[in-house]
DNA sequence: TGACAAACGGAATCTTACTTCCGTATATTG
DNA sequence: CAATATACGGAAGTAAGATTCCGTTTGTCA
């Protein structure tokens, strides 16, 4: 598609891709610790390759994060469809949860656990924010939740339910968590 | 007051308490990126006396953690002492979170960022958790909370609160994360 | 098919911390 | 005030990983 595409030589193309399959599943299982060597030998090339698409380990983790988090802007504007302005701002909530599920990596960028990771992505974030602050807005204006919230809260609290999920993985006790969260966000605080 | 103390040379016990006293500081600001050459400096002894008096750093890093988290029994039993019951379950959430800010190491170790840090403190653990537990059953027991709350929440909801705190250091932040928490405690789910 | 630019592989290099070691200095004790 | 056990300092040793480099291989194009 980009120029940079175009002219990738076809081996080097599919190499590009195995590189970032191996990564992701790599990354989604053992977070940042991932070597760049074992996603190579996963990949089934050797380290210098990767390093010929991606010039830091950095840059590839970053990207594994960005291709993610793009998925959210598409949940919030799922959501942001129903017309139920509770139903929606718990949709927004539960969604993007399970957006992170299963993704180790992701989960610890949620946490901000290294703030390099969100650095070039913020073109993301702003298509995810617009959405999710009408959402809220919504939701709020309508009653349907406390008066205060915004979308501050938004990160905040998803921060801790993903932390949870990191720490306590299998499922089960960050539902509980979201339950509390969502909970907690009835009208008269 | 134990034999070992009994036993050490005044200039080492006097070195002991300064390496303990800088490694907490540093500790707190700068969680476990600390590095053992500067804990020295601060200090002021050489690299060779902090490992005459901690093996390892894990061992250092985790005597901080265990004299701070020892404060949590004591906040326990103190919030206990409250008559009303709803109450006690507020000022245990606040009082720990409050005893958590301002140490960023110690709140990475909440948030079980390196769960070596826990090894080794499960008697400080017990501690806590035995009037934390009564404190959680008889609000659960005088309907004052949520009835499937349980003591494995706290944990749970310290984790989420100590992140916001450990990623927007401050104040304002997670004192919000802990108001809309302590709704979500409120009984009819 | 032959020439050549583009890619590849992975050993070697660099970097960053932790940890060890041992010659030197100092507190303690009779 | 020795004699001696303790403790000290910090250079050197290791280890773990990221990154570079360059000789070799492979796709592309005329």
Redesign the interface.
Known sequence: MTSIERTLRADARRNREKIFAAARELFAREGELVQIEEIAAHAGVGIGTVYRHFPTKQALLTEMVRTRFSRFAEIAIECEEMEDPHEAVTCLFRRSAEEVEGDAGFQLAM???DQLHWEGIEQEKAAFAAPATRIIDRAVAAGAV?EDLTFG?FP??M??????M???PGGA?WR??L????????PG?
């Open positions: 946490m901000g656990s406390r809260d905040m609290l921060c801790g339910i993903t932390s949870t990191y720490y306590s006790e509980r968590h339950d509390l969260i969502l909970a907690g966000l009835r605080s």
